[in-house]
């Protein structure tokens, strides 16, 4: 690559470099990415450096809960109508966001940052899991709802949640088939839980 | 959703909308890259957000040939060692990063920004195709090589720009089977094309 070129495209490449890391995006979807931006510079890129800078500045972590949003204590915390005595407990903001779409849920949340895991060394320290602890003692809580992925790491942290917690009722999201989904397309393990857990009509 | 909640929502769901709009992105993906930011707001939202304000103020395209630089003139064209006489027509500027990635095509670039299209309305005037033969005609160029896709639209193109140069040599990129590659993979046209500019070893 000549002299010229390279020092031309410094900022660029930086940008192709950041945006690779993101995740999702490979350095040649980076790049595709970038040069979208730069044709389009005025209507995506100005903005969404903007909303970057915005966001960078205002959001944070709640103190209570876990959940992104822009004050020490999120608007899901600090909204007096969510104290319904139940936590739903989930791995990340992702999965906070996901129950929140569906509208169903009216408590408040406790996101963990993750989950228990021998292999990586996650232990509850790691979690927000003292934190979950200290607020089913003072939050008033009546039900500890798990919401954790069917996976190993998953059920693992769950069985650990519901041993902390013998006082309080511990529940976990009912495993069966997904609504819309055809039992020719679920693995043996979705049909055997939805089996053992079938219902009388 | 609750109230408090799209308030304080409101600068990350505009960046996600904002992130949704890139190639290769949709609004899931655009949700977890989000989710990564804001976990990275030290390290790598407050680099990002400063190197699309950085890309945004510089970055523009050569006025001759297209490339994306930092001023009027890009790089390439302000380097007088690639004053060669040869012109490698790409279609856009990831192309040119490919060919420049190889290192192997000493001469200038011309960018079209696409290919011509019935289909899309995508003529002449449209793409930097006028901005070509002036080049031809102003840079004493002795060969342009297209390196353009071998799609129907891409060698439409090609064949529209080697008609509108018949006083120079016009060469394009020898198709056959890619480097490494094994024949049970090719497509039927890549091993016909091979096989008819076989070469005598």
Known sequence: ???GMSEDREAIDR???LMSRLPGLGPRSARRAVLHLVKKRGTLLAPLAEAMTEV???ARECLNCGNVGTGDICGICADERRATGQICVVEDVADLWAMERSGVFKGRYHVL???LSALDAVGPEELR???LMDRVRAEAVSEVILALGATID???TAHYIADQLPDVSVTSLAQGVPVGGELD???D???SAALRARRSL
Chains 1, 2 share one sequence.
């Open 1 to 3: 690559m000549g002299h």
């Open 129 to 131: 899991i003292p934190r």
């Open 154 to 156: 998953g059920q693992t």
């Open 113 to 115: 940052g993750g989950t």
């Open 56 to 58: 960078g500045a205002t």
């Open 15 to 17: 940008l192709i470099e």
């Open 185 to 187: 397309y679920l693995d």
């Open 189 to 191: 393990g979705t049909i």
